[in-house]
Structures are given as C-alpha cells and as structure tokens.
C-alpha cells in the first residue's frame, strides 16, 4: 500500500466506481427498508450530550433510528425524522406489530461528538460542538446575504470549505493532520495534502471516495495494521463477534435511553410472547435461537465502517436540521452517504478482496435480520444499482438466498420468523417510479417457479420455489413439530392456556401473512412481474389438484400450512373485488390459467354435452374477451379454497374420528383389564394400551396445533366472505334479476351453469357444515342472507343439480343448523324459515325429494336414503311448529300424488327401521343373558367369547343408529295423522300402514316381548312406552271403518289376543287415560266384526276363477286395469307398486298411473260373479 502513490490509489479508484451514480434521486422511496422506528415509541427526540463519549455512543450494530438517506430534509425545510420520532416504516401498522414485546424500547444515542482532545489535534483545534452547528447563520445574516457582492460569496464559499473539511473527518473519523486514538490516520493522502492543500480540496466528492477508499484498502493489510483497531466502539458487536468461535450476531433490539446499544442483552430479546404463558415473573428466553451466524472475514469490518458511516449523516442532520436542508451542506451530506453506499457495494460485490459468489450469503443478511440498518440504507443501495443488471444481481442476488435460507430455519416456535419476512416484504415494496427491483429480480431467480420434474409437483413447488419456504411457515404438526412439542405438550396444559397460546399463534400467522401478501402485492403490482406472479398462483393450484382427493398421498402435494397461507393471500387480493367485472365464462377461455379437465364432474352437463359446447364456443374465439386481472384472480382464489381449506377441514374431522375411537379403545381396555391380565395376551393388551395412550397424546396435541392454524374466527369470516361472492355469483348466472330471485327458475338451464364444476357448491355446503359444528359463531355475516337464499334456491330447483347428494349436502346444512341439532344457529335457521321464498316452495321441495332419493344410482342408496330423511323429517317438525308453513303443509296434504308417495315411502323406512332395530336388541339381550351365567360363559372357548363380544358391539351400534332413524319416523307419522287422515286411508295406502303399525305392536306386545329387555335401554335410545304410545295414538287418530277394515284384512300380524294385551299393558303401565284405553277396545271390537266378516266372505269367494285374481297377490280383483304390456291387476295394488317403483312388474318398462287402462267390462263380470256366489250362499242358509 505504501508503495502506490495518491494519484495511483485515486485511478484505480475512479475506475471501479465508473458509471456510479452520487445525486440525489429525484423520486421519492417508497419504504424505509430494516427501519426499526417501527418499534421505537413515539417521543421527543433526545438531546445530544456533547459530555459523553461519542463513539461508544452510537457506533456497533444496533436498533437505531435513521433519516432517509436521499430525501434528509423535508418539505418544509426540516428533518423527517428524528431519533425518536414516530416510526416511518410502511410497516409500522402491519400486523407484526402486535407481536412485539411491549416491554421493549428500542433506541438509539444520537451523540456524534468526539472525544476533545483528539477533537483538537486532528481537527485543528475546531471545537467540540463545531461542524454543521456552527454553519448556521442568523436570520440578519441571511437579509444581509442577499446583498452581498460576488466576492463576499467567495469568501463565504472558503470558509464553508473549512468547515465542510471539519464535517468528513467528523463523520468519516478520518485525520490526515496526525494520529490518534478513535480516528482514522490516512498516512497517503496526508502526503498529497502536504505537496498541494488546494489540489485535495478541489472536489469534495472525490476527496470523499478517496479518504473511503483510502480506509478500505488500508483494511486489507495484515491484521496489525487494521485501521479500524483505532475505533474503539467498532469492536462491537460485528468485529468482536467476526473473532468470537461461533461467530454469531445477537439480535438487539432494546438498550435503554443513555446507555450503549452495543451492551447487548441477550436475555432480552427473541423470547416468544406465548413461551411466558404459565411462566410466572418474566419471560422464558432462549438466546440461541436469536443469534444469526455472520462471516468473519475483511468484508465484515469494511461493511461495519460504511454502516456506521452513512449513519452517522443522519446524526449530523438531526443536529441541524435547519442548516442540512440548505447547499451546500445538503449537498455535502449527500455526497457522503452516496459514497458509503457505492463503496459499500463494491465491498459486497468483493471487488476490494475476493469476488463473491452468487451462492454465498450476502454480508448484510444479519444486518437485514437483526433490524440494525440506518434508515434508508437499503434504498439507497438498490437505487445506485438496479440500472446495472449485473452488479444489482451481485449483491442482492445473495441477499435473497440468504433470507430464503433464515426463514427456512424459522419455525412459529418463537417469534423469529418475522424478520425475514419483514426484510423480504419491504425489499419487495421499494420502488422507483413504477418499478420494484427486487420484484423483478426475484420472479427472474431460476427457482420463482421451477418446472415439474417429479409426480410429487405440489411438494416439489413449495420445496424448490424462491417465495415457498416464506410460505411454508405452519402451525400444523404435521407440517413442524416444534409448535406442538413447545407448547402444547406437558402436563402443565390446561384449556384455558391452550385457548390462550391458539389466539397468540393465530396473531402470529396473521403477522407472517401479513407481510406474505405484501411479497405478493408487490410483485403483482410491478407491471413486470404480474404475468409471473399469476403464473405462480396458477402453478400452486394446477401442481396441488389432488389435495381435492378424499385420500391422497401428502408427501405429492404441499403442506396445509402453505396452502391456507396462500389462501389468506389471495382472499386479501379477492376482497374488493366487484362481481360486476368478473367473467363467469373464465374457466372455458382458451387462455384460462386453470387446468380444467374434462373429466371434472359439472353441476348438470354430461360429458358429451359439455363437449358439444365447449366446441360451439371454440368455433368463435371473438367470444371471449381478454381475462382481466379481477377475473383471473377471483377464480384463483375458488380453487385455492377447493385445495386448502376443505381439505384442512376433512383432515381436522378425521383426526377428530380418530382420537374417539382411540378413546373408546383405551377405555374398552381398562375395562376388560380383569378378563385379560391373567391371561397369555395381558402382555400384549398392556403394549397395546401403551400404544394407544402415546398415539392418543401425540393427536390430541396435533389437534391443539391444528385448533390454531384451521379455527381461527378470522380465517374462517374471511372464507364465509369469500363463498358469499361466490354464491352471489352463481345466483347471478341462473337469475340475472338477483337479489330479486323468482321460484320456480327458468326450466331452460344455462349453459355456463351447467358446466360449471361440481365442486363450486359442494364445496360451499361442506364449508357450511364444517363451521356450524366447529365455529358456529362465524356464520352470522353480512353475506348470510345471501347464503340463505342460495340453500332455498337449489332446494327447490332439484332440476338444476345432477347429483342427489349435492342436494342432500343442501338439506344436512339445513339439518345441522336446526336449534334442535345446533341451538347457536337458531337466528340462522329463522332466517331460513321465514325466507319469503321457503314459505311456499321449501316443504313440497323436501317431501319430493324425500322420495326420489329412493334410488339415487349409488351402491350405498340403501342405506344413505335413511339419514337424508332422517334430516328432512327433522326440518319438517321444526317448519311445522311456524306457523307460516301450516298453509303449505295443508296444501300438501290434500293435494294427492306426491303427498301419497310421500307418505309411502315413511310407511316403508318406519317398517325396516322398526323391524331392524327392535332384531338387533333381541340379539343383545340374548349376547346379555350369557355373559350374566358366568359359569356357563367361562367356559366357552376365547374366540367364541370374542366373536360375540364382537356381535354385540356391532348390534349396540346398530340398533343405536336405526332407533334414532326409527324414532323420527314414528314421530312424523304421529305429527302427520293428528293434522290429516284422509290420505292414510287410500287403497294403496290403509292396508300397508294398518300392517306396518300391526307387526310393531306385535313386537312390543307379543309373546316375545320379553327379548326386547337389555340392560340400559337408554343408551341405545329404546323408549318402549313412548313408542307404545305413539303407535296407539297412530291407531285412535285413523279410527273409521275403512281403517279397521285395513287392520283386520292383516293376517300376518293382526290377532285379538294381540289388542287384549296391548289394551292390559296399556292399562297396567298408565300410558293412556280411561277414555282413550275405551276407544282402543271399541276399536277392536270393530275390527273382530270385520274379521269374522272376512272369514266368511274367504270361503264363498275361494273358487274365483284365476282371470278375476290379481297376478301378484292371488286376491280377487275389485278395480281391474290393463297394463301396457298386456296383463290385467287390481288398480290398488299396481298402484302401491308404483308408488315404490314406476316400473311394469313384469317388462320392467316405465309405466305411470296414466298409462292404466280401466277395464269396466270384466269390472262387471266380476261384480256380477260375486253377487252370485253370495245369493247361492244366501240360499243354502
């Protein structure tokens, strides 16, 4: 060094800064980026103390508060900020705020002034508080300015010169007059000041870039002659913690007012405000994970000394801030801070040392991460640099990576998480004019949206991609154990601070996805990044598909976390969204993002017609204007929650399922643990039971996890929200005159409806009935009457939906949001019953569907029709009890066909359900009755014993969910018979229902009644006096004579004996009054003289010849018709087969009622034949 002469060093110099810029910027930053004002309170600003030591005062890596660097004045002429002022960040209101200690007070000692004694020698003797202060001038001065000739501002100009001479070495801690301790002793360009003082002086800019890089180089010597040994407040914390061994940099973000940031306590900081939950006095620290790792090396020391340099203007600016505003000290300042910054970029570029890789962490990442960067530091830097393509890559290229790979070792453990995201969202946010350069640096990384290279595309996006491990931070246990085996692990959890720690992640996640959507605004914002972010979005949804899968293999497809992190982004893009500008036709464009196959299921559309249409819209491109941008990113957000929010709902329900049935087997264990531990098998029923308590533990905790990422009232608002759009939508495109909707719609359905996917109102159903039983207090929104309107509406337009158990899905949430299955969605289910349009459509939707769901194509209809109308006869006792049905419900009644049918199908589920439970209690009872003679039960073989043991499980669970079915049917016959008799007693009808109440009074009341009795009837909901009741209730509101006609003509079941013993249990057990046990024996004594009727009437008519029989049931005809298939039967049997199925009996071709042929003439013929037999008998008598 010693050998190159000043004009050497001032060449080689100039030739690396080439091109740099050193004005001021004309556009204004956008963002302070790393400004820690944010966490500073707002106060006046502190008092220099010209008494204490400046350098342990305000030099060291530490929170402190900075003026912009390009823009130091403000409009009117004074500082923008001072130390204390209120926080300048954009982010100052972002929600990470709430997460900050609130014990922290985050300053910084705005002393500059230098020790007095080296003060004097290095800066021939200029007074301690000279500098900036002593350019000011009095206003008198300034009138008095005006008037001056040109050679007085020459003379004023030569002293600015001096001072300005007095302000670099202050700032820069430079000396060229003779060494001393706390500067900087520039030994070659005190020799060029010696041979020519003027020449040195000539351009305060170039000094400024000489003294910097004279410093520099002099850095680059052997370490014992490091320039920087000299300033004693540089050693902390970067130098001093370059030499310690594990070279680690401790977050700092609170040293007290006076007291030097440098003085780091690291017990202070980082704790996570949930780790202090149950801690009593303080709060739990964990210091390691806190530190960011930096590099030791030469670059360090440099970087530390331009930091500390391009802070120190701000102090000086804060001084003065009258005297900055004004030439050529502002000018001053400002060359001095551009200088920093170029020469700070040729430090991190390596070009004084090394060149740097691109794979190297950048020197500044601990800087960005420990918010210890002067205010306006960073803007300065990328405005300096973004128009060279190449060295902005250099240098922020490695910045990039480097909080990529800090997030990647965040968890929500503690409270780290935020910096990187906080570093990366106002990286993202600084711009000049209409450009962000780092948003466009970012989506030009390899990695923004690598291609598919492997079947696992989801999982493969989130791994590799630039912005996926920002959006990969998670509650969920499955996605980062450490949340759970922190807090929700340990006897000491209680509910309530379980409750307490949920609130505190859920503020953590909205802090995080906070600052995700300010990445992703950003980059959408700049005009050109968009294109690359929407790809983006559409690569996380298309690469996610099979996450919509009822079982899919997690490890293909991204995490939940990630996703519902991208969900909240992209609700946040959607919300202001008007419908007005959506285009419902965007799916079928050409240039949709969506990859939508067409296998998809659609709403109506089969496949070929779907087809058939796509091609009618194809041969017209025109038809398809451009997508805009509200379009693209409203259906985005329908599929985002198609893939993330269902699916987080359907793992929560599972793990819900299997922490029950774990639950259920511990406890079976305990219980059976005298049976078995004397056993071979109690070692194994022991391991067993250790198995199943650590795998209960282990889920109950991911439940705990996932009770914070997935039930969190505000996620959930804003997805209801987002569904209101959708629905509002979708009920634009089947009614444009929404909100005023008319019933029934337009029988032509519309295309674009038709083919819209299945999943559009699947999935708003299933999110319905997620939060009714999970988090029924979000469903009352602005966009509930929406929600409301849109049940009603496909309700009642089951011809708009080809699935039935879309519909179905429909009437569950009317079911779950009944008060008597859910008494918190009472105004909900109101809402629904006094909705003008469910007044008069809503009851005669439900009984149809009731009965189509009969046959609804599925392998399981059987057994699924049960549980539908299990729902729907649930809401018909609750829309019966409103008064305003009553006018519905009568119309129904007496309106004939579908009202018999109706009535049909409830005779058929009453008489299986019936009939199937009241089986499976006699095979408990008979399994209870072997178990109490314990001698003759221990002497069956084990397996035997287990097989049965099993039986009875299997009939325990049976018979509970039959009864329950069971039950509700016999309530509806019983609600319906007291308001209508007439149609129970139609031909078609009178005989199966007289049958159905016959056969269950004579389980009840038969010889075998007493299998009926188990132990605990409750538990499986066996109430058999109550169902006594109801079914002579059913008996005594039908009493007439066709119905007693219809009980006696029931040889299967009916017998007097059968009534005597119902009428003396009746009776004994006091179940009915006097006056109604009397009206049930006059009913019996009518039907025995129908009986005896019949008996005789069997023997005259038993030689009908076979063409006056009906076919099926060998029964003389009364009402003979002629199908279309030739055969001739009784009008009310083939009427009661068509009320099951509209088929012919016997070709299996449809057939209705219209299509019977009356056939008078042998109707005649048989009237004639029976008035015959009966006179021959007559005249026998």
């Not at 050529?328 to 700070?344: K, T, V």
């Not at 040729?346 to 962490?361: D, I």
């Not at 009986?1091 to 029964?1115: C, G, H, W």
Request: proline share 6%.
């Amino acid at each position: 060094m010693e050998e190159l002469s000043a004009d050497e060093i001032r060449r080689r110099r100039l030739a690396r800064l080439a091109g740099g810029q050193t004005s001021q910027p004309t556009t204004p930053l956008s963002t302070p980026l790393t400004s820690p004002q944010r966490e500073n309170p707002p106060g006046p600003p502190t008092a220099p103390s010209p008494a204490a030591p400046g350098p342990s005062h305000f030099l060291g890596l530490s929170v402190h508060s900075m003026t912009p660097a390009t823009s130091p004045i403000g409009a009117s002429g004074v500082a923008c900020r001072s130390q204390s002022s209120e926080g300048v960040s954009s982010l100052s209101s972002s929600p990470s705020n709430s997460l900050e200690t609130q014990s922290q007070t985050l300053s910084r000692s705005q002393s500059m002034d230098i020790d007095s004694v080296s003060c004097e020698k290095s800066m021939s003797q200029v007074d301690v508080d000279s500098g900036i202060e002593n350019m000011e001038v009095e206003e008198s001065d300034r009138r008095e300015k005006r008037s001056l000739t040109d050679k007085e501002s020459s003379s004023d100009s030569e002293v600015s010169e001096e001072q300005a001479l007095q302000v670099i070495c202050k700032i820069l801690r430079v000396s060229w007059k003779e060494r001393d301790r706390d500067v900087i002793f520039l030994p070659l360009l005190a020799a060029e000041f010696t041979q020519d003082p003027k020449a040195v002086c000539s351009d305060f800019k170039d000094l400024i870039g000489q003294i910097l890089m004279e410093v520099l180089m002099m850095s680059t010597q052997a370490r014992e002659d490091n320039p920087f040994a000299s300033l004693t407040a540089t050693s902390q914390p970067i130098a001093a913690a370059a030499k310690s061994p594990d070279r680690h940099l401790v977050l700092n973000p609170s040293s007290s007012q006076g007291t030097s940031p440098m003085l780091t306590n690291v017990g202070s900081f980082g704790a996570s405000s949930l780790s202090s939950l149950g801690a009593s006095g303080g709060v739990v620290t964990d210091s390691g994970s806190d530190r960011f790792t930096i590099e030791a090396c030469k670059e360090t020391e440099m970087l530390n000394y331009l930091i500390e340099r391009f802070e120190s203007v701000g102090m000086e600016e804060r001084k003065a801030p009258k005297m900055c505003s004004q030439p050529p000290a502002s000018q001053l300042l400002s060359n001095i801070r551009s200088q920093c910054i170029s020469h700070a970029a040729l430090v991190l570029q390596g070009a004084l040392t090394q060149p740097r890789s691109l794979l190297q962490q950048s020197l500044l990442v601990p800087y960005m991460l420990c918010r210890n960067l002067p205010y306006g530091f960073i803007q300065e830097l990328i405005r300096m640099t973004h128009q060279d393509e190449e060295v902005f890559k250099q240098i922020f290229v490695p910045i990039l990576q480097g909080l990529a790979l800090a997030v990647k070792e965040c968890s929500f453990d503690s409270d780290n998480f935020k910096y990187p995201l906080m570093a990366l969202a106002e990286l993202c946010e600084i711009k000049f004019g209409k450009t962000h350069p780092v948003c466009n640096l970012i989506t030009s990384l390899p990695l923004w949206c690598p291609d598919s290279l492997s079947p696992g595309s989801g999982r493969e996006l989130q791994r590799l991609s630039y912005i996926g491990a920002f959006f990969s931070l998670s509650v969920f246990a499955e996605d980062d154990t450490k949340v759970g085996d922190k807090y929700f692990s340990g006897p000491a959890i209680t509910l309530e601070n379980t409750k307490l720690v949920s609130q505190s992640l859920q503020h953590y996640l909205e802090s995080a996805r906070g600052d995700l959507f300010k990445i992703l605004h950003n980059i959408l914002l700049n005009g050109e990044t968009r294109e690359a972010a929407l790809n983006y979005m559409a690569a996380v949804v298309n690469r996610n598909i099979k996450k919509a899968q009822m079982q899919t293999d997690d490890r293909l497809v991204s995490t939940d976390g990630f996703m519902i992190n991208f969900l909240w982004v992209l609700q946040q893009l959607s919300m202001k969204i008007k419908l007005e500008t959506v285009d419902p036709f965007y799916i079928f464009h050409p240039k949709c993002r969506l990859n939508m196959t067409t296998d998809e299921t659609r709403l109506k559309a089969p496949m070929e017609d779907l087809k058939s249409w796509l091609a009618e819209l194809y041969d017209d491109p025109s038809k398809f204007p451009e997508p805009k941008f509200p379009t693209e990113c409203f259906f985005l957000t329908l599929h985002a929650h198609h893939l993330s929010i269902l699916p987080g709902c359907r793992r929560y329900i599972r793990r819900l399922r299997a922490i029950r049935d774990l639950n259920r087997t511990v406890e079976e264990l305990k219980n059976s643990e005298s049976q078995w531990k004397d056993s071979p098998l109690a070692t194994r029923h022991r391991e067993m039971l250790k198995r199943c308590k650590t795998q209960l533990k282990k889920l109950v905790r991911c439940k705990a996890c996932a009770d914070a990422g997935l039930l969190d009232e505000n996620l959930l608002r804003r997805c209801l929200q987002f569904y209101g759009m959708v629905i509002q939508l979708i009920l634009r495109i089947v009614d444009p005159a929404y909100p005023q909707i008319t019933l029934p719609l337009n029988p032509e359905i519309p295309n674009v409806f038709a083919a819209l996917p299945e999943f559009y109102i699947e999935d708003v159903a299933e999110f319905l009935l997620f939060i009714v039983q999970y988090s029924p207090q979000v469903l009352y929104e602005p966009c509930t009457q929406d929600i409301v309107t849109f049940l009603i509406v496909f309700i009642c337009s089951q011809n708009y939906i080809r699935n039935p158990y879309l519909i179905a899905k429909l009437v569950e949430v009317l079911f779950v949001t009944n008060p008597a299955v859910q008494p918190r969605t009472q105004r909900f289910s109101e809402m629904m019953e006094n909705h003008p349009l469910s007044i008069k459509q809503l009851v005669p939707a439900l009984m149809k569907f009731y009965t189509d769901v009969e046959h609804t194509g599925a392998t399981s209809e059987f057994y699924d029709k049960f549980t539908i109308r299990y729902h729907i006869s649930t809401i018909f006792k609750s829309l019966w009890q409103n008064t305003a049905h009553h006018g519905t419900f009568m119309e129904e009644f007496n309106s004939g066909k579908q009202f018999v049918r109706y009535i049909n199908m409830l005779i058929n589920d009453t008489t299986f359900l019936l009939d199937e439970s009241l089986e499976s209690l006699k095979r408990i009872h008979e399994v209870q009755e072997e178990m109490k003679n314990k001698e003759q039960w221990d002497l069956l073989p084990r397996d035997q014993q287990q097989s049965r043991q099993s039986q009875l499980t299997q009939d325990e669970r049976v018979s509970r969910s039959y009864l329950a079915l069971a039950t509700e049917t016999v309530d509806m016959f019983h609600i319906l018979t007291k308001q209508v008799q007439k149609p129970f007693l139609r031909p078609e009808l009178g005989p199966r229902l007289a049958a159905m109440l016959n056969f269950n009074l004579q389980q009840l009341c038969g010889p075998k009644c007493r299998d009926l009795k188990v132990e605990n009837p409750e538990k499986y909901g066996f109430e058999p006096k109550k169902l006594l009741d109801q079914l002579t209730d059913i008996y005594l509101q039908l009493d007439c004579a066709r119905f007693a006609k219809a009980i006696a003509d029931d040889q299967r079941s009916y017998s007097r004996e059968l009534f005597e013993e119902v009428i003396s249990k009746m009776t004994k057990a006091g179940i009915k009054s006097t006056i109604a046990v009397e009206k049930f024996k006059l009913l019996s004594e009518k039907v025995e003289e129908i009986v005896a009727r019949n008996s005789q009437s069997e023997i005259d008519y038993s030689d009908a010849p076979d063409e006056f029989k009906d076919p099926l049931m060998d029964t003389l005809m009364s009402d003979p018709v002629r199908l279309p298939s030739g055969n001739v039967m009784d009008r009310s049997i083939i009427l009661r087969h068509l009320l099951n199925s509209p088929t012919d009996p016997f070709s299996r071709q449809n057939l209705t009622e219209n299509m019977l042929e009356s056939l008078p003439e042998l109707k005649e013929r048989i009237q004639a034949w029976m008035r015959e037999k009966l006179n021959a008998g007559r005249y026998s008598q």
